[in-house]
């Protein structure tokens, strides 16, 4: 999906450029740097990303015996999936989902980019705060706490039926409605993080040339910014609308109650058969692969044609900020019912849940009922110490070295003409729609046979996580890398200076608000991996993730509640930290 | 040459414990007078015992695990938990490795999945002559140490004490139509209730009554047992079918407007104990076999609220166990809840599914 096939190309410095030169002959061109990091980035993306792809295909192709060995081949599961999508029903109803989440989710935390970047609102902070710690919450007990907000027995209905007057609940959260605001709810951070990290590094000079036609700041933004941040707004949308196309869970939670049924169910619910076959499972995603793979196929070609997104050009690029004026109170009361929307209302009840020895209703009763046995229960949880190390570790760990890799293929899909660099991206995108648990039985079936020792271990998890999570690092960095002028590179080797050290005084730099938005997207997002993590943990290396599912399957919503807010508690810590180190690089303008 | 020998005697040291040790087995079938005596030898040299386990590690692995090691205290006992569908996952792909991890499992179907992939090994225990017929399996491929019983939970404040239906043609009530909620799960929730249901009232009659359940739009959700009771004691639905009824119990034991009413005859599961075919540590698995299906071992798992299937050993509430609040009760086979749950999985699927 890179574009910068302008005809000129890069001006590469003088020994790269003579190696280059030669890279229609062949051997030399071997150890010229874009070549032989292009070979570099796609050895270690194969290796990681083709195992479980032949696994994923393989399941979808094969019958399996009970002990999980490759039986007959067979059609059956995509004829299965066919004759599921000609039912218009649970087709439609994920069609609307995946659509309404992508549009929704796109929108609001679009806006709240927006005002928090590029604007003198006041409470900018808050944005970055409500993002980091709603994103931060066990998704679950995220799931759980809207239900039981919006519930027909909730605090939302409750008040409604007595301010209109109305005997039945006046919500229904057990709807399509319901579960496109959930899902929503759920990814906005992310596109928040993406899109303020894409606001900050824009032309000023273009918007500026927008204002001095006359153009209000609303024309301009439509006209000028919008469409400049076109890569970004595509990675986000195309992200948003797969996850929620493949999720699961808040369909079973909320839709299935209702009886809104989507593809992802009837699958699951097939899927309970013995023995376990995920053929239909695996079937699914390499339908999506083929469509996406088309998608990203064709939105290469359409944006190969010139420089169109380039914002950061040598002529400086620190973007002004809007003056809004009396509009002011109006962005940050937005930020504010954002903030209690997204952060404060869900948290409130699972904070209320976690300190009930049972589950009430909000109401002086629940508060004369008080007790912190919960929390005792849930710092008893075995090897809660380990799992909350385990689990941190795991984060670093997979959010550094996932930003690292993806930093460098994507600067290879921005700034080579290698041939077939496409498929580089095709491959960095296609761990997005493995399914979770055909994810990790290929992982861990691959380490059993393969004599490297990381059965069992942390690595495991950490090579099953960094896998998981290259399709978001490539978004972060590719739509980072897309606004970069090469002109700057380019300045840097005139200038004498390696393609080393042009990547890490030049480029890196510049990206830092993409790296390290991707960076934390990351992190937060590895705390909460539990399809592969399930079966990829050992009794000596526990995670958080996986003790959260257990207290869902087994523990009571209040011992639930409490892990949880703990859990949530260290993930926001962690999280404003990183966020003041992070505001000095930038992540946050001044 | 020298590297020749090296290899020759690690090759003769490797095969030397071999030669001497009975098989996995061998052990697992000792049926003689010192049996006891030799299991305590072979487990004092294994030192460990490694137990994959569906229980909830915090009520009732972590007693278990400190009353096993205070019988013996030189065998350390590990545990790995996951639920059915994980952790036979887990055990067969390192079967297929060839990595033997594990000695005892547990589950209600997972010992019936392990066994079908012929990675089971059959079993004597003196303790097996202690349990009725049909909770051990003829072929001595399992044991059980607990039970599970099925019931309707209420909310006690939405659902008046002569409301509460006692049949199951009472769940038919109009009144209760939109106000039931169950779990989709495959071992404990609507499918083995429509298993029950086709079993205990005969194909033609169970399909009837059936179809006059879905007309009740019962909500479903893939939420666990657990968490669908919680649902109706936030009142969201006034009734949960198919709960078990310890839940139903421990939270009313500590003040939450719910109980429990069974459904006669009532859906039982059997928690079920079995023997790796490749058993790292056959001694002290057989000690551990023995010990959970022992009167002392099942009170562990009484005191932790579970029930314990040992007939000399009641329930801490007794009245969870057959007998007082209710006569009869239909256990579900493990194995029959493998060769028969896809048919009720089918069939939820196909009636209740909208």
Known sequence: MAKQQSTEALDLPATVRTTRGRLAIGAASLFDVPTSLMIAVSLITGYLVLPPLYSVIQTSLFTTKLTGEIDQFTFRYYEDLIRELQVVGPFLNTFYFAVGAALLSTILGGSIAWIVVRTDSPLRSLGYFTAFASFGTPFILYTIGWLLLLGKAGPINYWLKILLNQTAPVLNVYSLTGMIFIESLLWSPFVFLMLAAAFRSMDPSLEEASAACGARVWQTLRRISLRLLLPAFFSVMLLIFIRTFESFEIPALVGLPGDIRVLTTSIYLDAQKLPPRY??????????????????????????????????????????????????????????????????????????????????????????????????????????????????????????????LTVLASWLLVRTKIRGRWLLDLMTTLPLLFPGIVMGLAILRFYLFVPIPVYG???????????????????????????????????????????????????????????????????????????MSVLLVSPQTPVVSVAIFELWENAQIGELAAFGVIWTAILVTVAIFYYMIARRYGVQQN | MRKNLIAATLLLLSLTPLANAATVEEIALM????????????????????????????????????????????????????NSERLVQKMLAEYQAKRYDVDMIDGTVSPT??????????????????????LKDPQGFWGTTNLYFFATGYNTRMVKPTEVPKTYEDLLNPRWKGQMMWSTSRGSGAPIFVGTILNSMGMEAGKAYLQKLKAQNIAKSTASNRQVLDLTIAGEYPLALQMFNHHAFISKSA?????????????????????????????????????????????????????????????????????????????????????KGNEWVDYFNSVFLK
């Not at chain 1, 690595?459 to 890398?481: D, K, Q």
């Not at chain 1, 380019?490 to 790296?515: D, H, K, N, Q």
């Not at chain 1, 991707?518 to 937060?524: D, K, M, Q, R, Y």
């Open chain 2, 255 to 339: 003040g939450a407007p719910v109980d429990w009413q069974p459904h006669e005859p009532v859906t039982a599961t059997i928690h079920t104990v079995a023997l790796a075919k490749n058993s790292p540590h056959p001694h002290a698995a057989m000690l551990l076999l023995d010990f959970v299906m022992s009167e002392r071992g099942q009170k562990a798992y009484q005191q932790a609220n579970y029930l314990p299937s040992h007939p000399k050993v009641p329930a801490k509430q007794a009245d969870l166990k057959p007998g007082t609040r209710f006569k009869r009760a239909y256990y579900i086979n493990p194995d029959a809840q493998y060769d």
């Open chain 2, 31 to 82: 049926n003689r007078a010192d049996r006891q005596k030799i299991l305590v030898e072979g487990a004092k040299k294994e030192g460990k015992v490694s137990w994959y386990t569906t229980l909830i590690v915090d009520q009732v692995v972590r007693p278990v695990k400190e009353a096993f090691e205070k019988e013996y205290p030189f065998i350390q006992m590990e545990y790995f938990r996951g």
């Open chain 1, 279 to 404: 053929g239909s499972a695996g079937a699914f995603s390499v339908l999506l692969m083929v469509v996406v793979a088309a998608t990203l196929y064709f939105y290469f070609r359409l944006t190969r044609e010139g420089d169109r997104f380039h914002t950061v050009t040598g002529k400086g690029y620190r973007p002004t900020r809007v003056s809004l004026g009396r509009w002011r109170y109006l962005t940050a009361s937005g930020l504010l019912v954002y903030a209690v929307v997204l952060l404060v209302l869900p948290f409130l009840i699972i904070l209320w849940a976690s300190f009930l020895p049972f589950y009430m209703q909000p109401s002086l009763e629940g508060l004369a009922k008080f007790t912190t046995k919960n929390y005792v229960t849930a710092l008893h949880f075995p090897k809660i110490t380990d799992a909350i190390k385990n689990s941190v570790l795991l984060g670093l760990g997979s959010a550094s070295l996932v930003m690292v």
């Open chain 1, 457 to 531: 271990t942390l690595w495991i998890l950490l090579i099953a996580f960094v896998t998981r999570y290259i399709p978001y690092g490539i978004r972060y960095t590719h739509s980072g890398l897309l606004q970069l002028h090469k002109e700057l590179e380019e300045a840097s080797y005139v200038s004498g200076a390696s393609w080393f050290s042009s990547m890490r005084r030049i480029v890196l730099p510049l990206i830092t608000p993409s790296f390290l938005g991707g960076w934390i997207f990351i992190f937060l997002l590895s705390a909460k991996e539990l399809s």
């Open chain 2, 113 to 134: 999945m392990v066994r079908r992939a012929g990675y089971l090994q059959r079993f004597y225990s003196p303790m097996l002559a202690e349990y009725p017929a049909d």
